[in-house]
Structures are given as structure tokens and as C-alpha cells.
């Protein structure tokens, strides 16, 4: 069986997998495998192994290896067998095994993560700097015997607490899934094919599509998926499908500190320490989690801007949000209200992220319609977001909350000395690699979603930092280069 074929059921099985810890629901048997091939030997040893003995291996191998479990069940008959049999302890032990390699992530997740959006309950000042500390505790221990409090509160909590932990993970594994089949392509290399081929177009036909489809669409390549912009590109590597996980848990993290400091109106200033595990996360590490929030608010651009034009708000300033009766007439004329707007945006994008990442996002990007006029958000989930802002004061002063997030990442990161230490990536177009110092090239690594990358300005046509969650071969596969450093770097640099 070909590796892609294979890794491309492995992802299908996580997919249809629901987990419920109320009513403890069996995940979805994987689908049926085809027949065995002529050449197979129902003589291999494996295969002939007493039951207790190919249960004990396949129950070792889920232990040590997700998707390797998944392959043997899925690859030999007589492990199915056995799979099936004892589907349920076969998959907790699977996913409880593989979230564990995230595990100062996914345990703070499901400690944290139902006490502090309970809108019925105050959240104190040394009740945020409590759950932050425990999280940069985890990331640097410091000589510390203890464990960070919040490891405690998931060892007290039994198998409920295991249950959130796993149903957590299937849900980033789903949103994994979802995000390489839309993200794993040369951006750059095919905005730039594309501007080139729009300058040979007339002006006519422009005109005629502006008049077609004037309502914003989603940025390049989002609305389609990585075999039609890349056909038979490779499956993710283990490497680059961990590395993803990775940045799904921390940012997921991430936007929990974020709010906490924001219930309880503690300062955030963009200077280094400001919040540590920005900088435990390392230079390349936190671009993962930056570039993260920049895909997402360009998926949910539709999103918001019909909620925008519906007059549904979410945590916009008082002074912007429409009376009742003004409500109709406010969603006829915001398009000419560019403040209401951009606070509408980053306000209700930055409860969105808080509310539905990760565990809803996957069902509110599937299910935009291409057909952008008869498209609706999911119902349920449009529900619980509305009762759950409006059960908190909407008129708190979050201002930009989103923006201030998204750009705290970069100037806490920020650094005008970069170590000679810090890697240098694959992320530069050729003929445009070269640069006067590694200071410069690491400063323009950075975001932007208004327009992507702000493909009009020149350094933004040299580098592109939405590949930095693949691996080197792919991205030489691709094209892209290492960078070249014009002139020696200072010497103090070296120190």
C-alpha cells in the first residue's frame, strides 16, 4: 500500500471521529478495507500469532505510536480483527497516548479552558497571573520539585478530565487535517503566477468580475485545496504534522492567557517577558502560532463580514453597536462605517478564536459555501457563541483585541541582535534572497492579513514566512531558498 494512500485513510479515520464525554459515545468505526492484495501470505508470522500475543502488540503500538497503529489495523485484517473487538480501550489508549506528547499544552487546555469562559464566575487578578504562571512553569521548570499546579487538577479530575483531554485532541487533529489540506502550497510562488497572468488580462474582463462577485472572497488558495493547487504533492511528513499539532495547542493556549488578562483588565504592554512563553516558544515557534492566527482570520473573513452585515455583534464598543430599532437600518449602510467595522472584525474574531478554537473550528470553516450569498454558519454553533457574549458585558472596552494579540506575538518576538544560533529557513524566492544581515531578513518574517502579505510592498516579495511549518525538502521541492547574507555581521553578535 502506497505511504499517501495509507496516510490519507489515517487522516479520514480522525475525521469522523466524535467524542462525547457525557454520554461516552464510541467513536465511528474506520471504513471497511478493501480485500487483501494476491501477493499477501496468510503464512506471515504476524498474522498467526495467537490472539492475546496480536493484542498485546497492537495495544504496545498504540501506546508508542498513533499513526502507526492506525496503519496496522488499517493494513492487516487480523489486527482489525482484533481492533474491532476492543475498539473502545484500543482508541483511548491511542489518542490518550498521542495527546501526551503535548502535554503542558493539552493539560492546561482542559483545566483551564471551562472555568474560564463560565461567564457566572469572577476570574481575579492573581487568578489570571495563577494560570499563567502555571503554564510558563511547565514550559521552565526553574529547579522546581513540584509539578505546575494545573497537572494536579487533571490528576484529581479522574477519568472525566481523561475524557476532555482526548476529545481535545481529536478535535485539533481534525482541525490538523483541515489546515494542511488548505495551507501546504508555495503561497508566494503562485500569488506571484498569478498577478503575473492578471496583468495580461484586460481591463474588460476585470470589470466584469468585480461586477460578478463583489462581496469579499477568501484570500488566495484558501477555497481550494492543496491537490488542486499542488497535484500529487506528498503527504505531511510526521515531522510537519506534529509540528502543526504543536501550534494548534499553543495557540489555543495562548488565546486562554490573552483572555484571562483581558477579564481582569491586566495591562499588556509589547515588550520581552510581557508574556513569557512567547519567548520560551522560541523565534520559529511563536511564527507558527502567529501564522495560525493570520490563516484563521483570513478563513473567517466571510464569516464576519456578513455577521457585520446582519448587525450580529459580538464585544464591539458600545458606542458602535446599533439600538434595536436601528439595527436594519445600521446593516443596509455599514459598508460606508469603516471604524464600526474594523472594531466589528477584531472584536468578534477575537471571540470567535476564544469560544470555538480549537474545538469547533473545523465545523465553521467547512461549512462555507463557495456560493457566498446563500452561504449560512452553522446554526448551533452561531447559537452558542451569541448566548455565550451575551451573558458576559459586550460592552467591555476589548478595542482591538484581536490586533493586540496578533501583535504582541511579533514584537515580544522582536529582536534587533538575532542569535547566530537561530536558524536560518528556506523561506526566501530565488533571486531575491540576499540580504545585508541576518537582522534584516529576520524582521520582515512577519504577517499581515489585510492583504495576505501586503503583496504590493517589495519585502514582501522576498520572503515567505507561511512556509515556515514545512520541511526543508518540501520547500526546496518547491523552490525556495536559504537566504544570503551580503556582509559580515558584528562582532558583538559572536560575543
Not at 39 to 61: A, C, G, M
Not at 102 to 122: G, I, K, P, R, W
Not at 247 to 267: E, M, N
Not at 325 to 340: I, L, Q, V
Amino acid at each position: 500500500m502506497k505511504a499517501a494512500t495509507l496516510r490519507n485513510r489515517i487522516s479520514r479515520f480522525f475525521d469522523g471521529l466524535k467524542w462525547d464525554s457525557e454520554a461516552q459515545q464510541e467513536p465511528r468505526e474506520p471504513r471497511r478495507i478493501k480485500p487483501l492484495p494476491p501477493h499477501f501470505d496468510p503464512t506471515f508470522p504476524l498474522e498467526t500469532l495467537p490472539f492475546d500475543i496480536k493484542y498485546t502488540i497492537l495495544k504496545t503500538v498504540a501506546y508508542v505510536d498513533l499513526d502507526g497503529f492506525v496503519s496496522l489495523i488499517l493494513a492487516s485484517r487480523a489486527y482489525h480483527e482484533v481492533f474491532a473487538e476492543h475498539k473502545r480501550s484500543f482508541t483511548r489508549i491511542a489518542l490518550w497516548s498521542d495527546a501526551l506528547r503535548y502535554q503542558t499544552e493539552s493539560f492546561f487546555l482542559a483545566a483551564v479552558y471551562d472555568d474560564l469562559l463560565d461567564a457566572s464566575q469572577d476570574v481575579s487578578k492573581e487568578e489570571s497571573e495563577r494560570i499563567e504562571n502555571g503554564y510558563n512553569a511547565a514550559l521552565d521548570p526553574g529547579g522546581c520539585d513540584s509539578e505546575p499546579w494545573y497537572y494536579e487538577t487533571v490528576s484529581e479530575g479522574g477519568e472525566e478530565m481523561e475524557n476532555r483531554i482526548i476529545r481535545n485532541h481529536i478535535a485539533v487533529r481534525r482541525f490538523a487535517n483541515v489546515f494542511i489540506q488548505r495551507a501546504m502550497f508555495p503561497r508566494l510562488l503562485r500569488r506571484v503566477e498569478e498577478i503575473e497572468e492578471s496583468r495580461t488580462k484586460k481591463r474588460k474582463n476585470k470589470i466584469e468580475q468585480q461586477i460578478l462577485h463583489p462581496e469579499p472572497s477568501r484570500k488566495f488558495g484558501i477555497a481550494r485545496s492543496v491537490e488542486d493547487l499542488c497535484p500529487g504533492e506528498p503527504p505531511p511528513t510526521a515531522s510537519e504534522r506534529e509540528g502543526v499539532m504543536r501550534a494548534i495547542y499553543r495557540l489555543s493556549v495562548y488565546i486562554l492567557i490573552f483572555y484571562a488578562r483581558i477579564r481582569t483588565r491586566r495591562a499588556i504592554d509589547p515588550t520581552p517577558g510581557t508574556i513569557k512563553c512567547i519567548l520560551a516558544w522560541g523565534y520559529w515557534g511563536t511564527k507558527e502560532v502567529e501564522m495560525l492566527i493570520a490563516w484563521l482570520g483570513m478563513e473567517f473573513n466571510p464569516l464576519l463580514y456578513k455577521l457585520f452585515r446582519q448587525g450580529r455583534w459580538w464585544w464591539a464598543w458600545s458606542s458602535l453597536i446599533p439600538s434595536d430599532e436601528d439595527s436594519d437600518a445600521h446593516s443596509g449602510s455599514c459598508s460606508t462605517e469603516p471604524e464600526a467595522r474594523e472594531q466589528h472584525y477584531s472584536c468578534s474574531l477575537f471571540a470567535l478564536l476564544v469560544h470555538e478554537f480549537p474545538f469547533y473550528a473545523t465545523e465553521w470553516i467547512d461549512s462555507f459555501d463557495t456560493e457566498w450569498r446563500y452561504w449560512q454558519p452553522p446554526e448551533d454553533r452561531l447559537g452558542a457563541m451569541t448566548d455565550w457574549t451575551s451573558n458576559f458585558d459586550t460592552r467591555m472596552e476589548l478595542g482591538s483585541a484581536h490586533w493586540m494579540m496578533f501583535r504582541l506575538l511579533y514584537h515580544v518576538n522582536y529582536t534587533d541582535y538575532p542569535s547566530p544560533l537561530l536558524e536560518l529557513k528556506r523561506i526566501c524566492v530565488d533571486g531575491q534572497e540576499c540580504f545585508l544581515d541576518r537582522a534584516e531578513y529576520f524582521k520582515i518574517v512577519r504577517f499581515g492579513m489585510d492583504d495576505e502579505f501586503l503583496w504590493g510592498h517589495p519585502e514582501r516579495q522576498r520572503v515567505d514566512p507561511w512556509m515556515v511549518l514545512w520541511d526543508d525538502w518540501r520547500l526546496e521541492r518547491w523552490g525556495y531558498v536559504l537566504p544570503k547574507l551580503k556582509t559580515r555581521e558584528p562582532d558583538h553578535l559572536h560575543s
